[in-house]
């Protein structure tokens, strides 16, 4: 196969993702297979990613979402970059610095694969997973109202006295709720007469007792039945009308029979109030009852759909259960971490190989360069240097020169007009003229005689 051939095709696709450079493979061809499968290893790991990322992102949704389209890529090309760069890092030639410089490499991968791994297995394990949270939320639904039904005992029943141990639960303080009724007024009401008919017939049962001895004494008198405090005579005698008088005016003292009267009366009450309170009673229930339900339906509305940490929660609670799935869950676990890090894997087992020495050649070589480079850069900046301190020398020395020159063609300048103006006076004085001027300005440019004490010049 020719070099283009090399350069185009799957091949190539799949040994870009491995980072590999063709230019050196071109020089190690014997790499380029090697370099393909890996390169395949890369995309497999990217692609399960994708389908994890998939998988995590339906059961959040629960369902298809529009985001899925781009947060399935994104997170694809995030692990293939990542693969992609853990593949391309350069092998050391040692096995010990290749571990070392891989044990990093591999716990980051390993992280990633569990992040992986995790919506894959509830992918796998998806129909025990689901009917689990069915169970618990059907098991959920009917303990609450169970506890709604404990707190909210319908007035009557065994559950509704005042010592029944489950309505005073503390955790009824947030699950007990208000009915409009007054069955608590009735029942007082029933309480209030059933007491009064207690003690009414306690009354009547005292004197029935009574006026029964007093009604046999004297029928025994009148019987003429013998015994202590009769007479024995039958008859109606003086005694057997006085016992029986007796006997009669107890009657109407106690006011037994209106007593009698009123006991009935309190007990057709009680009938007609414990008639009402059942009518009342289950006019409450209906209203609790029918509250109940509506709690319920709430409760089930809040349910909804099965979220990520939910299958998760149920997940953990079915390998804790079952021996067997808690094996092939980690069996699966670490099967698709081993998966994700195979990459990293496989850089390592592959040694270190022609590719990598070229590579290694290569870098020592732009390295070289690169030093080089630099000194030669260092050399030529040392020598503008010297070149610039030269030349500012050279510079500061004409200057200088140019300097003193200067001064010595004014000092002759100088010397010059003084003898010039000493030639002028003597030739003044030997003709004796008295116009001319004893002082002469100081020519342009000239210095001042400061040692003239009459600013003259001689």
């Not at 016992?243 to 106690?254: N, S």
Request: hydrophobic share 40%.
């Amino acid at each position: 196969m020719s070099g283009a051939a090399h350069r185009r095709g799957p091949g190539r696709a799949l040994r870009a993702l491995t980072g590999a450079d063709e230019s050196i493979l071109d020089a190690v061809p014997s790499e380029r297979s090697r370099y393909t499968a890996m390169g395949g290893v890369v995309l497999g790991t990217a692609l399960m990613a994708m389908f994890s990322m998939t998988v995590a992102l339906i059961c959040v949704f629960d369902g298809y979402h529009p985001s899925i389209l781009l947060f399935v890529p994104v997170w694809g090309a995030f692990i293939l970059c990542l693969d992609r760069w853990l593949m391309s890092s350069g092998a050391a030639s040692h096995t010990l610095a290749r571990f070392w410089k891989m044990v990093p490499r591999l716990l980051l991968a390993v992280v990633f694969g569990v992040i992986i791994a995790e919506p894959l297995l509830l992918g796998v394990f998806n129909a025990a997973i689901e009917k689990r949270i069915k169970d618990d939320r059907l098991a959920s639904v009917a303990q609450y109202e169970s506890d709604l039904k404990q707190c909210n005992p319908i007035p009557g029943s065994p559950e509704d006295a005042p010592n029944a141990t489950a309505k005073n639960d503390p955790k009824c303080e947030k699950l007990r709720f208000a009915v409009k009724s007054d069955t608590r007024a009735t029942e007082r009401e029933i309480e209030a007469t059933q007491a009064e008919i207690n003690t009414l017939k306690a009354d009547l049962d005292a004197d029935d007792k009574e006026y029964a001895k007093m009604e046999d004494l004297a029928r025994r008198e009148c019987n003429g039945t013998p015994g202590a405090g009769l007479t024995g005579r039958s008859g109606e005698g003086p005694n057997c009308r006085r016992l029986r008088g007796k006997a009669d005016e107890f009657r109407r003292d106690q006011r037994m029979d209106a007593n009698q009267a009123k006991l009935k009366q309190l007990n057709e009450k009680v009938t007609l109030l414990n008639t009402q309170l059942g009518g009342k009673r289950t006019d409450a229930g209906g209203q609790i009852n029918q509250t109940i339900a509506e709690r319920v339906a709430d409760f089930k509305g809040n349910q909804r759909e099965i979220g990520l940490l939910e299958r998760l929660g149920a997940l953990g609670d079915l390998v804790e259960e079952n021996g067997h799935m808690r094996a092939a869950e980690w069996a699966l676990r670490l099967f698709f971490v081993g998966v994700d890090s195979l990459p990293v894997l496989l850089k390592f087992l592959n040694g270190y190989s022609n590719y990598d020495r070229v590579v290694a050649d290569r870098t020592a070589g732009r390295r070289r360069a690169e030093r080089v480079s630099t000194e030669t850069e260092r050399r030529r900046r040392v020598i503008q240097e010297e070149l610039a301190r030269i030349q500012m020398n050279a510079e500061h020395a004409s200057a200088v020169n140019k300097v003193e020159f200067d001064a010595r063609m004014r000092h002759v300048d100088v010397e010059v007009l003084r003898e010039n103006l000493t030639d002028s006076r003597a030739e003044y004085l030997l003709h004796d003229s008295p116009t001319l001027p004893l002082t002469v300005p100081p020519p342009a440019g000239l210095p001042h005689d400061s040692g003239s004490g009459d600013g003259r010049y001689r």
